[in-house]
């Protein structure tokens, strides 16, 4: 309706789904469009956090750092990634997201459906960060949505399963997004249909304690240019080791997660093998 907050409805449309459905099993996706171009958000919130831009002297700081990875598909763009969390409108699509989310689990908590319901929270790509606005920063990981480096594609990743994972636990085996189905599957007690996730890894044993899954390597293939400035490329990773290959010519890059977390530093020339 004229004048509504999407994040806002969309949660209240989703706790009506909620009571509708409270009796039976029930599967709900929240599709957020925060935080999403174009940019919009309630005046008081972005009052809010043009206070706290101006309270904490984000003006007085230099907000961008050229990207040095060639020259982009079009001259001049998106050649610079923000490096300074002060875009206050993009502040407060989060925020709006934060309590929108916060809605969702109050309501399962007051219908006391929260022991019995898997909740997962995740981001299908890094933020915004080298383009079409520069809406936020993702240091220490390397540039952002678009991109095959860890900017582009490391992503906030909860899941919660009632009597299974608790609060504060969390682990280092990486995960990927075509996970989720297999995931799912496992949790709600159902055969699995591997003819439909062949991509995907039941994370059900990590959730349970173990240390690794089996698989030698995620890959990610992105063969094209983005409106973001990223080149057409493919990233595998394996254990700490995480190969960028550029299609436009061939090249790779090579960086150690263990010790290099955001892939900032090639090190294929000090690893050939």
Sequence with gaps: LNGEYLPFRLADEVEQFIDTHRDDPFFALLSFYEVHNPRQSPDPLVQKYLW?????????????????????????????????????????????????????????????????????????NGGLSTAEGHNTSNRPLRCGKGWVYEGGIRVPHVIYWPGVTYTGSTTDVPAIMTDLYPTLFDAAGLPKCPDEHVDGTSLAPVLKGRSSLDRDALFWHYPHYSNQGGFPGGAVRSGPWKLVEDYRDGSVQLFNLERDPGGQQDVSVEHPE
């Design 52 to 124: 706290k831009r101006e309270r904490l002297d984000l003006d007085a700081k230099s907000e961008f750092e050229p990207i040095e990875v060639g020259q982009s598909w079009e001259e001049g763009r998106a050649q610079k990634a923000r490096v300074v969390q002060g875009h206050p409108v993009y502040a407060a699509m989060v925020d709006a997201l934060d309590h929108s989310g916060g809605q969702v689990l109050e309501a399962l908590s007051e219908r006391r459906l929260s022991e019995n319901t898997v909740v997962v929270f995740v981001s299908d």
